[in-house]
C-alpha cells in the first residue's frame, strides 16, 4: 500500500475513534500519535530501499518530537489509531494488523532471550491500553482487547478480553471465563496479613489491650456480636 493511502486510513480511523478528533486538519497537526506513525511510514519505505541510516535519521527525528519511538523495520498496517502515545514503544520485529489502537506507555517489546521474530504479533482490531506491555514473539488475536497495565508473556486467542500481571483471558467471545489457575493459586499477600493479624489479635488478648474501632480484629469495640456473626457467615459463602 503506498504512503499516501495509509495516512489517509489512518485519519479516517481517529476520525471515527476519537471525539476529540474535530477535524482532520487538527488532527494533522496536533496528534503526536499521527504525526509519528506518518513519520514510521517514510522511515519504513527507506529501510526496505535498503537506507537503513536514513531511515533510522527520520525515526529518531520522530521519537524527539512525538516522544513515541517505532524502530522502521516494524510491520504496521494501515488504519491505526495511536492515542496520546507518549512513551510508546514498538520493537523492530513487531507486526501491527489493521485497525489497531494502541495507548500511551503501550510496549511491543523483546524479553532479551529470543533471535529473529522476537517481538509480539498484533492481528486486526487489537486494542492495546495504557501502560501494557506485550513482550516476545507472542501473536494477539484479532478483536482481542490488553487491559491497562497488562503484562502479556503468551498468545491470546481472538476475541478475548485481557488484564492482569502476568496478563490472563477473563473474556473471551463475549463470556466471562474462569480463570481456575488464578483460583488455585494461593495470595501470599493476604496470607501473610492474616498471619500478622491472628498474631496481634492474640497478644492484644494476652496483654488485656481492647482492639481500637479501626481494627481487622473482630470484638465488642468495633462490630457487634450480630454484625460479627453476619461477617463470619458472609466468609464461609
Request: charged share 25%; glycine share 10%.
Amino acid at each position: 500500500m503506498k504512503i499516501r493511502e495509509a495516512k489517509k486510513l489512518d485519519l479516517e480511523k481517529i476520525m471515527t475513534s476519537d471525539p476529540a478528533a474535530t477535524s482532520r486538519k487538527l488532527v494533522k497537526r496536533t496528534y503526536t500519535g499521527y504525526k509519528a506513525l506518518s513519520s514510521y511510514r517514510y522511515a519504513h519505505y527507506f529501510w526496505q530501499k535498503g537506507l537503513r541510516q536514513l531511515a533510522f535519521y527520520i525515526s529518531y527525528k520522530a521519537k524527539i518530537k512525538t516522544g513515541i519511538d517505532i524502530h522502521p523495520a516494524a510491520e504496521i498496517g494501515s488504519g491505526i489509531f495511536i492515542d496520546h502515545g507518549v512513551g510508546l514503544v514498538i520493537g523492530e520485529t513487531s507486526i501491527v494488523g489493521d485497525d489497531c489502537v494502541l495507548y500511551q506507555g503501550v510496549t511491543l517489546g523483546g524479553t532479551g532471550k529470543d533471535t529473529g521474530k522476537r517481538h509480539p504479533t498484533l492481528e486486526n482490531d487489537v486494542m492495546v491500553s495504557a501502560g501494557a506491555s506485550i513482550l516476545g514473539p507472542v501473536t494477539i488475536g484479532a478483536h482481542s482487547k490488553i487491559g491497562a497495565g497488562s503484562v502479556v508473556l503468551k498468545d491470546i486467542p481472538p476475541h478475548s478480553t485481557v488484564v492482569g500481571v502476568p496478563g490472563r483471558v477473563v473474556r473471551q467471545n463475549g463470556k466471562k471465563v474462569e480463570d481456575e489457575m488464578s483460583q488455585a493459586l494461593p495470595d501470599p499477600i493476604l496470607e501473610e496479613l492474616a498471619r500478622i493479624n491472628k498474631r496481634l489479635s492474640d497478644l492484644e488478648k494476652k496483654e488485656g489491650i481492647e482492639a481500637c474501632k479501626y481494627s481487622l480484629c473482630l470484638d465488642e469495640n468495633n462490630v457487634s456480636k450480630e454484625q460479627a456473626e453476619e461477617i463470619i457467615d458472609s466468609l464461609k459463602d
